[in-house]
């Protein structure tokens, strides 16, 4: 089982990204999924969640209204679109998959990790 997170880069403030999280080797179409970051020095943090069937949502307040999170069942894919990009979002972005059906805010109830994608946004 792999998860592959890409869609990061070197971008400026106020811009966008679209992170894109590929699954192989099992669907996992009953499970939340979520995107979590981690800034050089800081712990791990919850971005936003989806449920198994994308009907619930949550974010955390620092990205909430800024970013949309999504999910493909049937392409085995998990997507993370950020907009008006600021300098604290700054962070190793990790794509996860649940071990429930809705998702968590915390990491250790999330069992399957993608390795990181990494988002760097300039002043």
């Known amino acids: 089982v792999q998860l592959q997170a890409y869609g990061g880069g070197l971008v400026q403030t106020g811009d966008s990204l679209r992170l894109s999280c590929a699954a192989s080797?099992?669907?996992?179409?009953?499970?939340?999924k979520g995107w979590f970051r981690q800034a050089p020095g800081k712990e791990r943090e919850f971005v936003a969640g989806?449920?198994?069937?994308?009907?619930?949502?949550n974010y955390a307040d620092s990205v909430k209204g800024r970013s949309t999170i999504s999910r493909d069942n049937a392409k085995n894919m998990v997507y993370l679109q950020m907009n008006s990009l600021k300098p604290e979002d700054t962070a190793a972005y990790y794509c996860?998959?649940?071990?429930?059906?809705?998702?968590?805010?915390?990491?250790?109830?999330?069992?399957?990790w993608g390795q990181g994608t990494l988002v760097t946004v300039s002043s």
């Open positions: 996860a998959v649940s071990v429930f059906s809705i998702p968590t805010l915390s990491w250790n109830e999330y069992d399957y």
């Open positions: 080797g099992r669907t996992f179409s009953s499970y939340a």
């Open positions: 989806i449920s198994w069937n994308g009907g619930s949502t």
